[in-house]
């Protein structure tokens, strides 16, 4: 029986192998991690160490070959794939690598998508994924497809559609990968709201300035987790002062950091 004390994520020797026989390769290494509801987890590591696998198990997008995955509480590993897709509508919002939208529908419409599983109506679908893009500042886009956005444009568009349905565990592989430092400002901020109104976020990134917003910073290594450092809250106050992305201010240096913050804290 979950209560208050129970992590909302639990692994135990959890490990996925890809390929057989010589080919077998250990994506995942006998993990162990534990991570309790409201944390917000950086997790950090070089290409191919396993950052991916890790949240589309978390995710229940994949399953693992060993170990144990409990989901508040719960051991989740032997549900059904139907199962699995309504815990995940109900509970867990995936922002994927590569935005995954859906090129046919608009953008109002995939953002709506999540909610069409839950069984609400059209109408208080679309109103609920306006809303949203609101947000993201998005509402000029919302007829708009997919394929006439800009790279950033796509990305908020991928983070509203895996916010809408309000999931309690937000899994964000790099949602800042390709994007300016305007839009990271936008998309970090909503992530940082979404934390302080109580949930879990675990985002896999390369970016060092972004592990600011965490609570805990996870380093990957070959399948296993290297370190694994909780941040105090005394040295997070400065949090938004460093500038995001680092990898970014050769293209597109951002022009007024400072004014901009204010003009989004007035709004609030
Ligand atoms: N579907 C797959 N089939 C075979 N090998 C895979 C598959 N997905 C990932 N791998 C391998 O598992 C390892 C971890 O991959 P991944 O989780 O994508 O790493 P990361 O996200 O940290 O870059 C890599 O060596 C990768 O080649
Ligand atoms: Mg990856």
């Known amino acids: ?18 390929g057989v026989g010589d080919a077998e390769q250990k994506a995942l290494d006998s993990i162990d991690l534990v991570i309790e509801k409201g944390e917000f987890i950086a997790i950090m590591g070089p290409s191919g160490c396993g950052k991916t696998t ?16 409990f989901l508040d509480g719960k051991s989740v590993e032997n549900f059904s ?26 953008v109002i419409e995939n953002v709506a998508l999540p909610l069409t599983y839950k069984g609400i109506m059209r109408t208080k679908r679309l109103k609920q994924a306006s809303e949203i893009l609101k947000n993201f500042h998005l509402s ?8 006439q956005l800009s790279g950033g444009q796509m990305q908020r568009v ?60 996870i380093h990957m290594l070959d399948g296993n987790i290297a ?6 809250i005394e040295f997070k106050q400065s949090t938004t002062k460093i500038p ?4 970014q201010t050769e293209a597109k240096p951002p022009k007024k950091p400072a004014k901009k913050r204010k003009t989004k804290a007035k709004k609030k």
């Open 158 to 217: 991928a983070i509203a559609r895996a916010l809408v349905n309000n999931p309690s565990i937000i899994l964000a592989d790099e949602p800042t990968g390709n994007l300016d430092s305007k839009s990271s400002h936008v998309i970090m901020e909503e992530l940082s709201d979404i934390h302080k109104r109580g949930n879990t976020i675990i985002m896999v990134t390369h970016n060092p300035a972004l592990t600011t917003y965490a609570s805990r910073v």
């Open 244 to 247: 995001l992305s680092t990898h």
């Open 1 to 18: 029986m979950a209560n208050i004390s129970t992590p909302v994520i639990e692994l135990r020797g959890l490990t996925k192998r890809y």
């Open 54 to 69: 890790l949240l589309n198990i978390l995710g229940l997008l994949d399953r693992s070959n060993d170990g144990e995955y």
């Open 227 to 232: 370190s694994d450092t909780k941040i105090p």
């Open 140 to 147: 000029e886009r919302e007829y708009y497809m997919p394929w």
């Open 81 to 106: 794939g139907t199962r699995h897709a309504r815990i995940r509508s109900q509970q867990i919002g995936i922002v994927f690598q590569s935005f995954n939208l859906i090129n046919r529908l608009t």
